[in-house]
């Protein structure tokens, strides 16, 4: 079981908007910046929020992020049928001086 | 542009051991903390250990701790992950990652491809 909670999968259908979540801890999301990764099928994860907020250069607009308190949100609005893919929370957690990931949102567009 | 490439991956029986390399090219290595993470077939992602730029910080996930063992040459831009004590459960796709910054609490931003470990009898 992993320390931060992701909700297994996710669904939308094009247009849409959709919002994946990440829940932690005072250890972890409570005081440090939370990285979103984005997996798609067959390939090696990628940055797609850095620092809470922040998207690196080429990401679209279209992907947001935000943190509140314990908790994380990658909001994906516009969805595309290329936006499937598996996305990943993750964070430095101080109790346990290492990285800890979510267990992973599998996006579906339908 | 970063470039890794992880070797070192195989078919390995419990309790052997065995050492993956990672090869960087498109930044300067030095300046960076590397990680290795893995990802069991068909699961997610699990951070295994990360080490700082001068091998000054290093850290491990609890399931591997005591059993693994990363190491870096600057010179030569070669991150290691040596594995003993190998467990069926350490069955995974090993990458390679970069950090954002020096220091081993900075956060992976560049991933290899991956090398496949497969530890059974």
């Known amino acids: 079981q992993s320390v931060l909670a992701q909700t297994p999968s996710a669904s939308g259908t094009p247009g849409q908007r959709v919002t994946i979540s990440c829940s932690g801890s005072?250890?972890?999301?409570?005081?440090?910046?939370v990285y979103w990764y984005q997996q798609l099928p067959e390939t090696a994860p990628k940055v797609l929020i850095y620092?809470?907020?922040e998207r690196p250069s080429g990401v679209p607009d279209r992907f947001s992020g935000s943190k509140s308190g314990t908790s994380a949100s990658l909001a994906i609005s516009g969805l595309r049928s290329e936006d499937e893919a598996d996305y990943y929370c993750?964070?430095?957690?101080?109790?346990?001086?290492?990285?800890?990931f979510g267990g992973g949102t599998k996006l579906t567009v339908l | 542009e970063v470039q890794l490439v992880e070797t070192g991956g195989g078919l390995v029986q419990p309790g052997r051991s065995l050492r993956l390399s990672c090869a960087a090219s498109?930044?300067?290595?030095?300046?960076?903390?590397m990680h290795w993470v893995r990802q069991a077939p068909g699961k997610g992602l699990e951070w295994v250990s990360g080490?700082?730029?001068?091998?000054?910080?290093?850290a491990y996930a609890d399931s591997v701790k005591g059993r693994f063992t990363i190491s870096r040459d600057n010179a030569g831009n070669s991150l290691y992950l040596q594995m003993n004590s190998l467990r069926p459960e350490d069955t995974a796709l090993y990458y390679c990652?970069?950090?954002?910054?020096?220091?081993?609490?900075?956060?992976?931003?560049?991933w290899g491809q991956g090398t496949l470990v497969t530890v059974s009898s």
């Open positions: 990652s970069k950090a954002e910054e020096a220091a081993a609490t900075a956060p992976p931003d560049s």
């Open positions: 080490i700082s730029w001068n091998r000054g910080t290093i």
């Open positions: 005072s250890s972890n999301i409570g005081i440090n910046y």
């Open positions: 993750a964070v430095w957690d101080d109790s346990l001086s290492g990285w800890v």
């Open positions: 620092r809470n907020r």
């Open positions: 498109g930044f300067t290595f030095d300046e960076y903390a």
